[in-house]
């Protein structure tokens, strides 16, 4: 995703990356990347109702 969109993070949420060790297992494995591929991986601050802020989020702009 880094090569193709030039990302400056990745936000992960929801039941999948939000899971327990999901993150550091992701992490790792893209440390196994060039330098040019790699890009960080967080959770996201709204924890599970992220998703619903963001569309708040919409609905209020």
């Known amino acids: 995703m880094k090569a193709c969109l030039d990302l400056d ?3 992960l949420g929801g039941g999948i990356g939000l899971a327990t060790g999901y993150l550091t ?3 790792q ?3 196994t990347r060039p330098a ?3 890009v960080p991986v967080v959770a996201a601050k709204g924890d599970y109702d992220a998703c619903l802020l963001g ?3 919409q609905f209020r702009e």
């Open 29 to 31: 494995a893209i440390k």
């Open 55 to 57: 569309a708040a989020f």
């Open 9 to 11: 993070v990745i936000v």
């Open 36 to 38: 040019a591929f790699q």
């Open 25 to 27: 297992r992701v992490n």
